[in-house]
């Protein structure tokens, strides 16, 4: 298949970008590139016979319809977003503009598209979701695809919105879709945001690991590589209109994440003291949701997808990853955020 990926530069995409030309597909990525993106995440994918990059802003229209138009793709698997839930709490119109109207453009640009080449049903509009569209969990229970929405942030908000209008194309304009949500993700070439990435970069540095509040907040996480397998296997496999739930069945406080690292790098990278002081209980942001955990019954049994990596097997990949790739995550350290705590603007 010839694959339109969006947002094919960012962590998740570029993992995606190189399962599906593993797989022999072509590779179209469409990215911005905005301060989250790295091309140097696609080392050695830019010279690859089957693979083509448009540096296009999803909510430019015309821009999208010239990239359909030249490209020709049988399917689009639609990644490009705003997910960073704290700058979201900061900036939330960045978001609404990125995860709502470029949603919107690109069903516009993938229909349009599906009716110029006379509706093949063969065709897929594959929209890649997050499990914080569902809300917060409390003690028990799992989300699964029949899970009421419930966002809290900005950012769930925003993804929430887009899921609506990507089953709203399917079910009013016929569009082939599938729709996947995840929990969170994790691995190399994470950009130093989010959780484990600055955690493993500000223990190197002896810096300040912070954690919100008392850290007791869970996630179930999801290793990259896992996510992009079934990613691919839900876009060349599953039905039209499908909706799957994608977990890595790894529940975990983050405070316990944290500690986790903290013991691998003092394995890794030992100094006179345990990284586990440089914990620091730091004000909770505003609507931090308590837990999540997905439920992938579906997908396991009618796709036959299960993650590959266990979650400490994960951590170790990952930590090791970071410690022996500097020249990918030290040009942006420079960049706006990273290693910060954002958010604070609401609380």
């Not at 599906?114 to 028990?140: C, M, N, Y």
């Not at 994790?186 to 970069?201: D, S």
């Not at 691998?264 to 345990?274: A, E, F, L, T």
Request: aromatic content about 8%.
């Amino acid at each position: 298949m010839k694959i339109l990926v969006t947002g094919g530069a960012g962590f998740i995409g570029s993992a995606v970008v190189k399962v599906a030309l593993a797989q022999g597909h072509t590779v179209v990525n469409v990215d911005k590139l905005t301060y989250a993106a790295c091309l140097a995440s696609l080392k050695g994918v830019a010279d690859h016979p089957g693979y083509a990059f448009e540096q296009v802003d999803i909510c430019d229209r015309p821009a999208l319809n010239r990239v359909f138009d030249q490209h020709q793709p049988d399917a689009v698997m639609h990644l490009a977003a705003e997910s960073h839930v704290d700058r979201s709490i900061d900036g939330p119109e960045t978001f609404v503009q990125t995860n709502v109207l470029g949603t919107f453009h690109m069903l516009e640009a993938a229909w349009g598209l599906w009716e110029a080449k006379g509706r093949p049903d063969d065709f897929r509009f594959h929209h890649i979701s997050t499990d914080e569209v569902f809300g917060s969990l409390g003690e028990t229970g799992k989300f699964d695809e029949e899970t009421r929405y419930d966002p809290r942030s900005p950012y769930s908000a925003s993804k929430a919105g887009s899921d609506h209008l990507v089953r709203a194309w399917h079910e009013t304009y016929g569009l082939p879709i599938v729709l996947t949500n995840c929990s969170n993700n994790y691995g190399p070439r994470q950009f130093p945001e989010k959780l484990i990435p600055v955690t493993i970069l500000n223990a190197l540095a002896g810096k300040p690991l912070p954690i919100y509040g008392a850290g007791l907040n869970v996630r179930d996480w999801l290793h990259v590589e896992d996510h992009a397998e079934a990613l691919l296997l839900v876009l060349t496999k599953a039905a039209s209109g499908a909706t799957y739930a994608i977990g890595g069945e790894a529940e975990a406080r983050n405070i316990d994440i944290v500690r986790s690292i903290c013991a691998i790098m003092d394995q890794r990278r030992p100094k006179s003291s345990p990284y586990a002081n440089l914990i620091t209980h730091v004000t909770d942001r505003p609507g931090h949701d308590q837990r999540y955990a997905i439920d992938p019954s579906r997908i396991r049994q009618e796709l036959g997808w299960t993650p590959f990596h266990t979650l400490q097997q994960g951590l170790e990949e990952t930590v090791d990853w970071y410690l022996n790739n500097q020249d990918w995550w030290m040009p942006l350290q420079a960049r706006e955020g990273v290693g910060e705590r954002l958010g604070r603007a609401a609380s």
